[in-house]
C-alpha cells in the first residue's frame, strides 16, 4: 500500500473518530447509548458493554419524564440529557482511539516482536548458508577441512564458520552427547566404535554401526559433517 494512500485513510480515520466521539453532542444525548453499544461490539470488553447500561437508563430518563409537568420531572429529564451529553462524550473522546484503531498498524511490543523473529529467521539463514559452504569444501577438500577445524565444536576461536556442523569423528564425547541428544554412556560407547572402525562415513553408518534409530539422527543430520579422523 503506497504511503499516500495510508495517509488519507490515516485523515479519514482520525476525522471519522471525532465525528464519532461528538455523536453524544451532536444528537443532544440520544445517540449515546447506541454509540457506546457500537464500542462494545468493537472492543469486546465486558467492561465497555456494562457501562452502556448508565446511557441506557439515562436515555430513559429523557423519554419518561416531561419537563413541561413539574420541577422534578424537569430536573429527572435535565440530569439523563446532561449525563448523556457531558459524561457521554467524556467518555467518547476517552475511547476513541481504541474503538478507532488501525488493525493494521503496529504497535511498539508488535513491531519489536516482528524485529526479533526478523532477527532471528536471518541467523538461521546465515547459519545454513555457511553450513553448506563448509560442507561443501569438507566434500571436495577433507584435508584443508580438518585444517581450518570444520565441524569441531570443541574448540574455540575458530575462524572459518560452518553454521555449527558438527565432525562426528574428531569431536569428544560430551559434543557428541549434546549434538545427538544421546545419554553419556552411549555417547562414550559411539567414540569407542568409531576408533574400532576408524570413523563413520554418513549418518547412515553412524546409525548402523553404532545402533542408532534412524529418527533420533533425523533432526540435526543437516549439520552432521563426516572428516577423516585426524588422530
Wanted: net charge neutral; aromatic share 6%; proline share 6%.
Amino acid at each position: 500500500m503506497g504511503k499516500g494512500k495510508r495517509d488519507r485513510q490515516g485523515t479519514g480515520r482520525l476525522v471519522g473518530s471525532v465525528l464519532w466521539a461528538l455523536i453524544p453532542v451532536l444528537t443532544l444525548g440520544f445517540g449515546t447509548a447506541p454509540v457506546m453499544m457500537h464500542a462494545a461490539a468493537r472492543l469486546r470488553r465486558v467492561a465497555q458493554a456494562l457501562l452502556t447500561v448508565p446511557y441506557i437508563a439515562a436515555t430513559g430518563l429523557v423519554f419518561l419524564f416531561d419537563p413541561d409537568v413539574s420541577s422534578t420531572q424537569e430536573m429527572l429529564f435535565g440530569t439523563g440529557m446532561l449525563f448523556n451529553i457531558v459524561v457521554g462524550s467524556g467518555h467518547t473522546f476517552a475511547i476513541r482511539n481504541a474503538v478507532w484503531r488501525d488493525p493494521h498498524r503496529e504497535t511498539p511490543r508488535q513491531r519489536a516482536l516482528q524485529e526479533r523473529q526478523q532477527a532471528v529467521l536471518a541467523a538461521r539463514d546465515d547459519a545454513r548458508a555457511a553450513r553448506e559452504t563448509a560442507r561443501a569444501l569438507a566434500e571436495s577438500d577433507p584435508a584443508q577441512a580438518l585444517e581450518l577445524l570444520i565441524g569441531r565444536a570443541d574448540v574455540e576461536g575458530r575462524e572459518f564458520p560452518d553454521g555449527g556442523l558438527v565432525d562426528v569423528n574428531n569431536v569428544p564425547s560430551r559434543i557428541i552427547a549434546r549434538t545427538l541428544r544421546v545419554p553419556v554412556a552411549k555417547a562414550a560407547e559411539i567414540v569407542r566404535t568409531r576408533a574400532e572402525v576408524g570413523g563413520f562415513s554418513s549418518a547412515e553408518d553412524l546409525s548402523v554401526t553404532a545402533d542408532l534409530p534412524p529418527h533420533q539422527l533425523d533432526p540435526v543430520a543437516d549439520r552432521l559433517v563426516f572428516l577423516p579422523p585426524s588422530a
